[in-house]
């Protein structure tokens, strides 16, 4: 069985920062593409940035060079440094991980998220 747990989600005032974590853990062979996506109520969970196998890094426009991911493969952790962050930024984060584990072939598996306000 494989879990992905999210941590350090919290309420930040704008132009702050916070740093998202993600642990996979479970009987894991191997961990492919690394991602986080956010959701906010009534609109469809977007792509925020994805790291690869070999640490390219892509992100998504709204971004603006104010975020950062990054991975320790050998902790299975993906982290998502977020600087200048602005109020648009509230929402729900998502932890995402392609890999393979025993029992499961090569698949995608999703965390429950952490909330991230960024409020006056």
């Known amino acids: 069985q494989v879990t992905l747990v999210e941590s350090g989600g919290g309420t930040v005032q704008p132009g702050g920062s916070l740093r998202l974590s993600c642990v996979a853990s479970?009987?894991?062979?191997?961990?492919?593409?690394m991602a986080w996506h956010r959701q906010t109520p009534g609109n469809q969970r977007e792509l925020v940035a994805v790291i690869s196998g070999t640490s390219a890094t892509n992100y998504a426009d709204f971004v603006e060079g104010r975020f950062t991911i990054s991975r320790d493969s050998a902790k299975n952790t993906v982290y998502l440094q977020m600087n200048s962050l602005k109020p648009e930024d509230t929402a729900v984060y998502y932890c995402?991980?392609?890999?393979?584990?025993?029992?499961?072939?090569?698949?995608?598996?999703w965390g429950k998220g952490t909330l991230v306000t960024v409020s006056s």
């Open positions: 479970g009987s894991i062979f191997t961990i492919y593409t």
């Open positions: 995402d991980t392609e890999l393979e584990a025993v029992g499961t072939g090569r698949w995608h598996f």
